[in-house]
């Protein structure tokens, strides 16, 4: 016999395996701990010739895979034929070809019980096929078993009462008996006693129904011992005929399997359990996606408010310097929160693998200057110095600009937040080999070595007592390292220890240089992330003199505000606090724009669009912005779908309103 395999797992002696010729050792050592994770014993046999020496063993089924069975397709024909073992033996065959294989159509033909799997297959596949195929081999040994003892049975009879007797007698494992045609018990071995309770003399001449709970035994299942207990069995029956061929009655076989039994039953409620665990797994993961949703539109529709009228009343002249100082505290603080709230829910997006990132083309130097120009009042106020230098080789990567720009502002905010007044930033820009560098230094508050392993961390903070000097939630740089994994890069924080400064070193993989004209402007269209550390100046407001635009939002702070803001800018401006009451005044006077909330009520905006979508008269083309607290890019998806050409999140800027419904109204000028 060859050498066996170093893989697989064994049996006891009688027991069924699994026999498995393999491709290769990888496969051998795959089907085996498949097989015995799921308590299924197995054998990998080195060729044909094992195979064939294995039924002295009691093998029961054989995997084997497309490139060996073929070749000792003879061999193992002639050793099923030759071996009443191995008759009608199962043999499923792993193809990537399937039946399509010529050589596998002619094995299938000579060998017989052969089934054909095309690859690739499902573990669970597998596993339900393979114990199919046991149940099936087990069955055959049984009923081998129980034909043997038939023809011991009648060999008994035609031999004398005693021999058979003495014979039947020494059987324990198995419950014999004999039943006249009617089904009256006339002989009872010693172990249907031990199996089922009742002497002979209980039982001779009674009907073997006596101690059914189902009413017959023929297919197996529950009976019930003398006293009372319930067991689950294995049956099997045989007609008796005397020498003339004359039924006389029948031999039966009764094995207490309740054991095996019962372990399957609760392998299948583990199955259900386990089943039940999941569903209820995906239902908390889905009442805590809703939640936050919710969370974030009822903590955005009052920021809206806040920072929307902080915005509004800091362009009166009449304010003291008091009051205008405090405006732009509130300011600053309401998108302090409002970043807070985008970072919890990036962070679930990212922890529950929901993260969809819009790949394309990217111009990274780009992106570095927006962030740079971006984060440079927030340096000035503290007399930060900033130091640039980007390459100025084609700095091309593919990624979402939105995300990349988001890790980049994450990191210069971080920088400035750590550095203390007069300090210095420094940010570079290098191509190396087939990747970009982009590092962000500073000689700040540093990082501390023990702390160093753990920077990444989500919600860590070297400082998290009541007394720290800086807030936030510990959330930003966790997010940045996700963000540049998910683009194929990876990140590095290092410092020489607490007040020497840290550093933050990203590298991306270089994208092969593409014609100009397929370049993406990602400069146009992206915002950058809710908190500034300093307020900004804000442009010129454009002119919407003769513009009519319709506001629909239940809130009755959030229409104002809109109304307000709209107003200044010289717009006609109609409120609507819910759907129903919109769609009337479109009907009477058609606007140039529809700004619509999403939530409300009754009859959300998703709807309302669909309906305006609906509308006769060219009404149904009016451009339409979804003003919404769900600011999820999930919802932002949703919101086109419906209808809207825009989404803009709450709290919404006042400056980025007005120039999208300009952009809608008059797309020539825009």
């Not at 709970?213 to 207990?229: E, F, P, Y």
């Not at 503290?382 to 990349?404: F, T």
């Not at 092969?512 to 900004?536: K, N």
């Amino acid at each position: 016999m060859a050498a066996e395999a170093p893989f697989g797992t064994t049996a006891k002696p009688g027991e069924l395996r699994v026999l498995v010729l393999p491709s290769t050792a990888a496969d051998a050592q795959a089907i085996s701990r498949v097989l015995g994770a799921n308590g299924i014993a197995s054998k990998n046999c080195s060729g044909i010739s094992q195979l064939c020496m294995e039924h002295e063993q009691g093998a029961g089924l054989l995997i084997v895979s497309e490139e060996a069975l073929p070749a000792g397709a003879d061999e193992l024909a002639a050793c099923v034929a030759g071996q009443p073992v191995w008759s009608d033996l199962p043999v499923m065959v792993l193809s990537k070809a399937g039946r399509e294989s010529h050589a596998l159509a002619d094995t299938v033909a000579r060998l017989g019980n052969v089934s054909v799997i095309e690859r690739p297959v499902r573990t669970s596949t597998l596993l339900s096929l393979v114990r199919s195929g046991l149940r099936a081999r087990e069955r055959q040994y049984q009923v081998r078993e129980y034909l043997a003892a038939q023809e011991l049975a009648q060999q008994v009879i035609r031999e004398g009462e005693r021999r058979y007797r003495s014979l039947i007698e020494n059987v324990t494992d198995y419950a014999i008996f004999m039943t006249d045609p009617a089904g009256r018990i006339n002989s009872w071995n010693s172990g249907a006693e031990a199996i089922l309770g009742y002497g002979s003399e209980e039982v001779l001449g009674q009907s073997m129904d006596m101690f059914s709970t189902a009413g017959h035994l023929a297919d197996g299942g529950w009976i019930r011992r003398k006293d009372g207990k319930d067991l689950f069995i294995d049956t099997a029956s045989a007609p008796v005929t005397d020498d003339g061929g004359r039924l006389v009655g029948y031999a039966h076989f009764l094995k207490d399997v309740t054991e095996k039994h019962r372990i399957e039953m609760e392998r299948e409620e583990l199955l259900q359990s386990e089943r039940a665990a999941r569903g209820e797994a995906e239902r908390a993961s889905r009442m805590k996606e809703e939640f936050l949703a919710t969370l974030s539109h009822e903590l955005r529709t009052p920021l809206n408010a806040v920072l929307g009228w902080a915005r509004l009343l800091r362009k009166s002249r009449d304010l003291s310097e008091d009051a205008m100082n405090g405006l732009t505290v509130i300011e600053r603080n309401a998108r302090s929160q409002g970043q807070i709230i985008d970072d919890l829910l990036d962070m679930s997006a990212i922890i529950s693998g929901k993260v969809r990132l819009e790949v394309e083309p990217v111009d990274l130097a780009s992106l570095v200057s927006t962030a740079i120009e971006t984060i440079r009042p927030a340096a000035q106020a503290r007399d930060i110095q900033l130091e640039v230098v980007l390459d100025a080789s084609p700095a091309l990567v593919r990624g979402d600009p939105y995300r990349l720009q988001q890790v980049l502002w994450n990191l210069l905010s971080n920088a400035v937040k750590f550095t203390p007044k007069d300090g210095r930033i420094t940010i570079t820009l290098a191509r190396v080999h087939s990747h970009l560098e982009v590092e962000v230094t500073d000689n700040g508050e540093g990082i501390d070595a023990a702390f160093l392993p753990y920077v990444f961390d989500r919600f860590r903070q070297a400082d998290a007592s009541s007394s720290r000097p800086h807030g936030g939630l510990g959330l930003g740089l966790s997010i940045v390292k996700q963000l540049v994994e998910l683009h194929g890069g990876s990140i590095a924080a290092t410092s020489a220890g607490r007040g020497q400064g840290a550093r933050f070193h990203i590298e991306m993989p270089l994208l092969a240089a593409v014609p100009d004209a397929q370049r993406t402007e990602v400069l146009s269209g992206l915002r950058m992330p809710a908190a500034e550390l300093v307020v900004q100046e804000e442009s010129p407001a454009l002119d919407l003199k003769g513009l009519k635009i319709l506001v629909v939002d239940d809130e009755p702070d959030a229409r104002f505000l809109v109304q307000r803001i709209l107003a200044d800018c010289n717009a006609g401006v109609t409120t609507a606090s819910s759907a129903g009451e919109a769609l009337g005044l479109l009907a009477q006077d058609p606007p140039d724009v529809l700004i619509s909330d999403v939530g409300m009520p009754g009859e959300d905006g998703y709807a309302l669009i669909r309906r305006v979508r609906l509308l006769p008269n060219g009404s149904s083309r009016i451009p339409a912005i979804a003003l919404t607290a769900y600011a999820r890019k999930e919802d932002r998806a949703k919101a086109k779908r419906a209808g809207f050409q825009r989404h803009l999140a709450k709290p919404v800027d006042a400056t980025e309103l007005v120039a999208t419904v300009d952009s809608l109204a008059r797309p020539s000028s825009a």
